[in-house]
């Protein structure tokens, strides 16, 4: 018997909307929280999930702009008046047939395991979504006084991802009428059961100022903060200049290495592969292979970096420190910095580059050789 193969799973992201509640000038979905704008920690969490194969963005007209600063594969398209009329369009630029997830893109903090919730009942379902049972007590009110209590038993606070047979969502959306509270309004209306899946605290939607702080808080707690130390040393030979971190500096001597032997930008490469937990510059770049002899050391930095992008990281600070007598590395440090900035494509005010003699002691001291160590910060959200 053959087996199908699985339905392609869509997200589909509705950030059309202007986040009035929020308050703040700029939309909520466009702001900060920690070290990325609300829309890309949303979009990422999709985007880590390995059964999503494409993420739609639903963005307001007003916001195109924005729009192309949004990096990686992403189709994007324009939203409309409310919200069930941005999932109409977004709904529009996906294929025939599938899966789609329709998250707020206000909803940042979305974990792996609610989205396999949803996933896991779409499996034998044509509708699912989080919910999370109301636990407080509810009370009618009016003019500040409790006029009666409401019975929360039957009752759930609605969240997103809010997961669909694609033609089945699809033709809800063109049968409906009217406005709509979210998806599954939409799909109840047209018959359709949904099962509700386990929700969470952390998936919070950003509704009002007061909610930055709370998400910054649940991000923080997800961080992977990593910190790499790299350590190296090459001896002084024959030659007139020496490289450091990418600057060329005319000096008695010349450093002896395989390659350029920039030491300052080996360690901070080594320091990058470090915090990755991926081995060091000579696993990368073998001394035994003769295609790195004589190699410019920015190839190697330029890999550290692309290397930590590739896994998620973000790199947020690199500090190296270079240890000899001479030559005096003061008056380069700027521009050693701006080098580095560059190739790891940071900026300038994380990267520091500082020196140090060893008041003439060991192998440094008795100007045999040029030591340099380095510590660089990777975070991912
Ligand atoms: N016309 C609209 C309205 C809302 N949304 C999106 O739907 C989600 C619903 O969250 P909500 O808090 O209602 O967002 P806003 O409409 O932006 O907020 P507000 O009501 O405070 O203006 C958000 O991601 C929002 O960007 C949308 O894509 N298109
Ligand atoms: C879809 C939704 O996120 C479910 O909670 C919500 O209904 C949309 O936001 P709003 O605050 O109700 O406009």
């Known amino acids: 018997m053959q087996t199908r193969p699985p339905e392609p799973v869509f997200a589909l992201i509705v950030a059309a909307g202007r986040g009035t509640r929020a308050g703040g000038g700029t939309p909520k979905q466009w702001r900060k929280l920690g070290t990325a704008r609300v829309i890309e920690h949303t979009i990422d969490a999709f985007r880590r999930h390995p059964s999503v194969r494409q993420i739609v963005v639903v963005l307001h007209p007003d916001d195109e702009a924005l729009g192309a600063t949004l990096k990686g594969d992403l189709i994007l398209t324009t939203g409309g008046a409310d919200r069930a009329a941005s999932v109409r369009n977004g709904l529009a630029a996906l294929p025939e047939s599938g899966k789609v997830l329709i998250h707020d893109a206000a909803r940042p903090c979305v974990s792996a395991g609610v989205i396999d919730g949803v996933l896991e009942a779409l499996e034998t379902a044509p509708a699912a979504a989080p919910g999370l049972p109301v636990t407080d007590a509810l009370w009618q009110g009016a003019e500040g006084l409790v006029t009666g209590t409401q019975d929360r038993s039957m009752l759930y606070a609605a969240q997103t991802p809010q997961g669909f047979d694609?033609?089945?969502?699809?033709?809800?959306?063109?049968a409906h009428q009217g406005a709509a509270a979210d998806d599954v309004e939409v799909a109840r209306g047209a018959g359709?059961?949904?099962?509700?899946?386990?929700?969470?605290?952390?998936?919070l939607k950003i509704t009002t100022a007061a909610d930055f702080a709370r998400a910054t808080r649940i991000l923080e707690t997800k961080m992977d903060i990593r910190t790499g130390n790299g350590f190296d040393v090459h001896a002084f030979g024959a030659g007139d200049h020496v490289m450091l971190c990418g600057v060329k500096i005319p000096h008695d001597q010349g450093l002896v290495?395989?390659?350029?032997?920039?030491?300052?930008?080996?360690?901070?490469?080594d320091a990058i592969y470090g915090a990755l937990a991926m081995g060091d510059i000579g696993q990368h770049f073998p001394p035994s292979d003769p295609q790195w002899?004589?190699?410019?050391?920015?190839?190697?930095?330029?890999?550290?970096?692309?290397?930590?992008?590739?896994?998620?990281?973000t790199l947020t600070h690199v500090d190296?420190?270079?240890?000899?007598?001479?030559?005096?590395?003061?008056?380069?440090?700027?521009?050693?910095?701006?080098?580095?900035?560059?190739?790891?494509?940071?900026?300038?005010?994380?990267?520091?580059?500082?020196?140090?003699?060893?008041?003439?002691l060991g192998f440094t001291g008795r100007g045999e050789g040029i030591a340099c160590m380095a510590t660089a910060t990777l975070v991912k959200i």
């Open 192 to 203: 359709i059961d949904v099962v509700i899946t386990q929700g969470s605290a952390d998936n």
């Open 293 to 313: 002899k004589g190699a410019e050391s920015h190839v190697f930095l330029r890999h550290a970096a692309d290397l930590a992008r590739s896994e998620g990281f």
């Open 257 to 269: 290495g395989h390659s350029d032997a920039d030491v300052g930008m080996h360690t901070v490469s």
């Open 320 to 360: 190296c420190t270079l240890i000899c007598e001479y030559p005096k590395v003061g008056p380069h440090a700027a521009d050693m910095r701006a080098k580095m900035a560059e190739i790891l494509g940071i900026d300038l005010s994380r990267v520091s580059v500082k020196a140090t003699t060893s008041e003439r």
């Open 166 to 174: 694609l033609a089945t969502i699809r033709a809800a959306h063109a």
